[in-house]
Structures are given as C-alpha cells and as structure tokens.
C-alpha cells in the first residue's frame, strides 16, 4: 500500500524551472515502477516521465532534454525537474507508481497502468 503526496508546484515565467517532489509513503524498491503525468484543462492526460527499472528511464517527446525524473531513495521520493519551462507545460501534474514488471503491454505513459496516484500539483508558466 502506498501513498503518494506531490509538492513543489508554482506559477512561474516561461523559461524559468521548477522542481516536483513526490513524497512516497510505503517501501520502494528496485521493483517499482514510477511516473508522472500532467493534465492541462480540456485535454487528455499524458505521461511526461517515468522511471522503470528494467527499462529505463522514458520521456515525452516534448520534454526531452528539459525535464530530468531522479529517485530519493533516501527521502523516499521520486521528482521531476523541470528547465526551460514553457506555457504549454502548464498543466495538473500527477506522480503515480505500481510494482514492476507492469503486465504486458502497459505502456508507460498511460497512467491507469499505475495502481496508486497522487492529487496532483499544479503549474503554471507565463509567457
């Protein structure tokens, strides 16, 4: 059982950063699989980042080479942070996590593939 609590969200500048924590509550470990995802109003929600052991690390085209998901195994979170942020990045952003392997064919980017999610964070940049 875990529960998961984001942090770390803010109205910002375009260009400007911001760094998403996700407190985890419950045992990680090396078979975790972890992410996040993001919902701006009016459209669908999209995985942004997330950590698989046995795959890797994956991003969202978007934000590739802006974006960096680290794990805290010390402080028990997984974040994200975020550089050069943009407007269209505004947006609710989730942390969701599950044990790993995920069943085939769960992709990573879809969060219903996750079975714990947290509230969410918001984001919001200014151009």
């Known amino acids: 059982q875990f529960h998961l609590v984001e942090s770390g969200g803010g109205s910002v500048q375009a260009g400007g950063s911001l760094r998403l924590s996700c407190a985890i509550s419950g045992v990680t470990n090396s078979s975790t699989c972890m992410g996040w995802f993001r919902q701006a109003p009016g459209q669908a929600r999209e995985g942004v980042a997330a950590f698989w052991p046995a795959g890797g690390r994956y991003y969202v085209a978007s934000v590739v080479g802006r974006f960096t998901i680290s794990e805290d195994n010390a402080k028990n979170t997984v974040d994200l942070q975020m550089n050069s942020l943009k407007p269209e990045d505004t947006a609710m952003y989730y942390c969701?996590?599950?044990?790993?392997?995920?069943?085939?064919?769960?992709?990573?980017?879809?969060?219903?593939?996750?079975?714990?999610r947290g509230q969410g964070t918001q984001v919001t940049v200014s151009s």
């Open positions: 969701a996590l599950d044990s790993c392997p995920r069943p085939y064919g769960t992709m990573w980017y879809d969060i219903l593939g996750y079975k714990y």
